[in-house]
């Protein structure tokens, strides 16, 4: 109850520090009561400034809820986005001993069983976990990613004080509910649990790695399972520039268009291929293998985070979005009716209007400025004013394609997104729609029902013999030749299997 008491009175303390009350609800001040603004210096930066300060002063926790902010383009003004887009969750490593303490209990062996050697310095240090070099008995070098000691006790007990601190702030100002704040801390809180657990990152890791096996574009480091556990997960240590650095690209020599050209396929190559994407895709992440210049490979790294899609969200994206650049906007709203993303009951033809009203703009601009993650905010936007509820993720694909962009464009500022994406669009509406689209799912369908081909004749059989039981009992009882109707039914069906079998066989051998 203390504790409680306390870190609502510290959070109390920093929005008066910062003037963050001011921002929040401009008309009044509703802190002065508690603390007299006189106790504090007149802060003359910036309300976007100020906000990025306070969270880094709040903890870490808050910190990774600015990021998470920071791609909210749907929420905030654009100043605020690309301030809050500095935060870095660097935060005071926890003693080398802790450390060592939580990797020998959850792997249950001694630190010098585990590793030939162990580097007591942190490589790194977040707001989650810290990391160390180490290396195997076998030889290999590994990074070893260790989870903050009562890390989840702190995060839970930090977004319930968010909570509270919400449901005051809507209490004194109705302006804060248009922010839908709630929403983002449900993200919030989904997305950081899910980072908790070093085991589930390391089944998508492993993942993205068997998905880009070979490529001659991604690397992905290998996962060494016999020392992973949830809150300890090793891996292969990679070295490379960071994508963010581009002095050092530049001195390297790497073909910055190919890099970004190679990056937006990547991204569209896991959404529309895969249907699982790194969805964590900054500069701290991402890193460029930079040994054939003419030739970078990206070195992908941290998968707490990952996007799953099903067919009708890759649709979805897919057909409106070539849709959008052919500016069909009536089909874009019949998508939107079909896909069952709006209720069927709503004016089509009004819906087509508010898409054109939102979209024009957009194309009167040269398409390599045009900008997807924008585009496909807009008809989010638009699209929740005829009652459409945005599936999680569909946000989390939204966030990763602004964060693919803005890293495109910072390499190669000429990047045409879309001559790179238009491919994966229409080679996946070819395949998954019409005739051939039929005939791929017929295909994948095969295995299933070659499993269940030895049960046909019998199925049959009993259908049959069901059927005439059921007329027996509302007719006359069954003649002597219903019995050889069922026989000769029976020997048809199974004949008709044998047959279907049989070019099944041999069409597909």
């Not at 969270?55 to 301030?83: C, N």
């Not at 839908?180 to 070093?198: G, R």
């Not at 990952?306 to 998508?335: H, P, T, W």
Request: hydrophobic letters at 45%; proline letters at 5%; one cysteine or more.
């Amino acid at each position: 109850m203390f504790k409680g008491t306390f870190r609502i009175l510290q959070i109390l303390f920093i929005i008066m520090r910062f003037g963050l009350d001011q921002i929040a609800l401009p008309k009044f001040c509703c802190l002065s009561f508690l603390l007299p603004r006189f106790w504090f210096k007149k802060n003359n930066k910036s309300d976007s400034v100020r906000l990025k300060l306070a969270l880094e002063s709040l903890g870490p926790t808050f910190v990774k809820f600015g990021q998470i902010l920071s791609t909210r383009h749907d929420m905030l003004p654009e100043m605020y986005i690309s301030e809050l887009a500095k935060l870095q969750d660097k935060v005071k490593p926890f003693p080398a001993d802790i450390a060592i303490k939580i990797i020998e209990t959850d792997l249950g062996i001694g630190i010098s069983d585990a590793f030939k050697s162990f580097d007591r310095s942190p490589l790194a240090s977040a707001s989650v976990a810290q990391v160390h070099t180490a290396v195997l008995h076998s030889g290999e070098s590994v990074v070893v990613k260790i989870l903050r000691p009562k890390i989840t006790r702190t995060i839970k007990h930090d977004i319930a004080m968010m909570r509270a601190l919400e449901r005051i702030l809507t209490m004194l100002s109705s302006s804060v509910s248009r922010l839908k704040v709630p929403d983002v801390i449900d993200e919030f809180e989904h997305n950081i649990l899910n980072e908790l657990n070093l085991v589930r990152e390391a089944g998508n890791a492993s993942q993205i790695k068997r998905n880009y096996n070979n490529s001659d574009f991604l690397y992905v480091p290998t996962v060494y399972w016999d020392y992973c556990s949830e809150n300890v997960l090793v891996l292969e240590r990679i070295t490379g520039v960071s994508i963010g650095d581009i002095p050092a690209l530049k001195k390297a020599k790497v073909n910055l268009e190919k890099l970004a050209k190679i990056g937006i396929e990547l991204f569209f190559g896991q959404v529309f291929k895969d249907k699982f994407f790194h969805a964590d895709m900054h500069p701290g992440n991402i890193f460029v293998d930079c040994h054939d210049p003419e030739n970078p490979k990206y070195i992908a790294v941290d998968f707490g985070i990952v996007g799953a899609l099903s067919e009708l969200d890759q649709r979805y994206i897919a057909e409106n979005f070539l849709a959008f650049f052919n500016r069909d906007y009536g089909r874009v709203a019949k998508l939107h009716v079909d896909s069952g993303w709006v209720p069927a009951n709503i004016r089509v033809d009004q819906f087509e209007m508010d898409i054109r009203a939102v979209c024009e703009p957009v194309f009167a601009r040269p398409l390599q400025e045009i900008c997807f993650g924008k585009l496909l905010l807009n008809l989010f936007n638009t699209a929740k004013k005829y009652e459409m509820t945005v599936q999680p993720q569909l946000i989390l694909l939204q966030k990763t394609l602004f964060a693919v962009e803005s890293l495109g464009r910072r390499l190669y500022p000429q990047l045409n997104l879309w001559d790179c994406a238009k491919p994966y669009l229409e080679n996946w509406v070819k395949e998954r729609v019409g005739v051939k689209g039929a005939f791929i799912k017929t295909r994948e369908q095969i295995p299933f029902w070659l499993e269940k081909f030895p049960e046909a004749p019998n199925m049959l059989f009993d259908f049959l013999e069901q059927s005439m039981r059921r007329k027996e009992m509302v007719v006359t009882p069954i003649r002597r030749d219903g019995k050889k109707t069922i026989l000769f039914s029976y020997l048809c069906g199974f004949a008709t299997s044998a047959i279907i079998y049989f070019y099944i066989q041999q069409y597909f051998t």
